[in-house]
């Protein structure tokens, strides 16, 4: 028998749980540790609400904890409720999961300005993390900007821009949606700083926003290469990069379409200003240099908003005691392993890239360096290590079956056509299993 302790329950911790079920068989116990009593992570909190075929993955999670030696333990938290060196007197490998929940920070000065928002909070708040419940974003600002031109900034500005009508079938949370009804937004700009042949965009997303009721994408031809050049660009890149020059083609005809989606290429916000919220972002023009990095012209513009949204990548917090690569923002490790009996996977391990199966085969590749360091003949105490420390500080948890629970009263009190309207308070969530 081996011990696993897997802490996170996001797409990471749950390939890496399923693999290991798949490599030794009744002879693993693996616990999966999250701080919240729900599970699922990204897949509940990160994913958009209008998204609903990719979170469906959530089915083969479930399928994984349906056997006895995957148990869910939700509720909590590394680092307040046990650290992660009790975790290795109990298991013969804690494997983090922990993903990248927090912002990328945007060191430009003016950043701490109302109306300043990183994209996990905003995220947040629209999928119903109960950390960013409160967040109450400036949606009376009629000029949003997003920086970034990846596709959270895509998810964040899709948002932004539907209608009501255009979430139906979507789980975004009540209080979202009736913020987004009073929305004032006319414009909204995405800032890269580099050009389209560099956007980290991929095409089905990139193409929805072709299809938005009320918001039309506006791209500048001036900004890009000879249509030549597109060849050089590998294909999903070259699929992207069409669909952008494709917004140029429809213009004319979404011109009745009240809300813009500008692209605004080769532009880096240097500073934001305003008198106690932000009023305009100071930007500068940039352009590529031989190794396709942007470096500045000189040449400055202003942009007027109300409400900036910085989409510019996620980074790992660090945990007590584990080794930490603090220039790329995730534990140091390497491919996976920390050191033995201690790795991390997924967000955790590669930093915030790749797709929701990308984390499959780390998953697999966790498990095989678990069966090359740690001995069958485990002398350590698994769960039952963790249960009676747990207990003994007085530690509510939150089972699998429990979280059933809660889902059904989620999906039983969802508005018409919704398939749930998530708890967003800690204390909902626990009392709902009750
Ligand atoms: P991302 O793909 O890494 O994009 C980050 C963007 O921010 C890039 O355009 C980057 O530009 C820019 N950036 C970084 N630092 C900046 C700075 N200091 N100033 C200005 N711009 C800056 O990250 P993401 O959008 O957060 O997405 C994370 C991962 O989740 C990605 O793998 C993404 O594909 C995935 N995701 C997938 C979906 C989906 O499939 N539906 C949805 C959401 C997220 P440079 O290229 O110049 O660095």
Redesign the pocket.
Known sequence: MRHIAIIGSGPAGYYSAEAAQKKFGENVAVDIIDRLPVPFGLIRTGV?PD?QS?KAVSRRYEKTNSGDNVRFVGNVTVGVDVSVAELQEFYDAVVLATGAPED?V?DIPGSDLAGVIG?AAFVGWYNGHPDFRDLDPPLDARSVAI???????L?VARILAKTEGEFAGSDIVGHALDGLKQSAVERITF????GPH???M?PK?LGELGHLERARPVVEAEDFPDIGDDAMLEPGMRKSVNYLRSFQIAAADAEHKPIEIAFDFFA??IEIQGEGRVEKLIIERTELDKDLR?IGTGELYELECQLVIS????RTPPIEGVPYEHGRGRFANSDGRILPGLYCVGWARRG????IGTNKPDGAAVVEMINEDISENSRKPGRAGLDSLLASRGVETVTFRDWKKIEEAEVARAREGSPREKFTDIADMIAARD
């Open positions: 958009a998204h990719i990328r945007l994209s920086i970034g031109n990846g596709n959270v900034a998810d800032l890269g700083r580099r560099q956007i980290a991929t997303e880096m916000p942007s989409c510019i990548g996620y915030p890239s790749g797709t």
